[in-house]
Nanobody, 124 residues
């Protein structure tokens, strides 16, 4: 089992940057593929991006491609979401998720483990 804790959210002006972190428990973190999702008020949860267990393959939603970058440090059991050129429409609660199946990095499949989320608010 994996427990996930997100941090790094906050209030930022449009055009600014934030880096979210997701710390995982357990010694098997390096075997999990990690995803980031977000959910804005009144909207469905949306896939943001994902990275495979090795950190060598990443996939992003078109809405964030070129602005967001996912990376991971397996030695620290942590995955990151670097967000730049933030827009008001990026405002949401951001969640990280973990799953052993590589297909989850496509964003269309359910993840087994989820964090509690961290709020990101982008002001105009």
């Amino acid at each position: 089992q994996v427990q996930l804790v997100e941090s790094g959210g906050g209030l930022v002006q449009a055009g600014g940057s934030l880096r979210l972190s997701c710390a995982a428990s357990g010694r098997t973190f390096r075997t999990y593929n990690m995803g980031w999702f977000r959910q804005a008020p009144g909207k469905e949860r949306e896939f943001v991006g994902a990275i495979d267990w090795s950190g060598s393959v990443a996939n992003y939603a078109d809405s964030v491609k070129g602005r967001f970058t996912i990376s991971r440090e397996n030695a620290k059991n942590t995955v990151y979401l670097q967000m730049t050129s933030l827009k008001p429409e990026d405002t949401a609660v951001y969640y990280c998720a973990a799953d052993p199946s590589i297909r989850t990095i496509l964003g269309r499949y359910e993840y087994d483990y989820w964090g509690q989320g961290t709020q990101v608010t982008v002001s105009s």
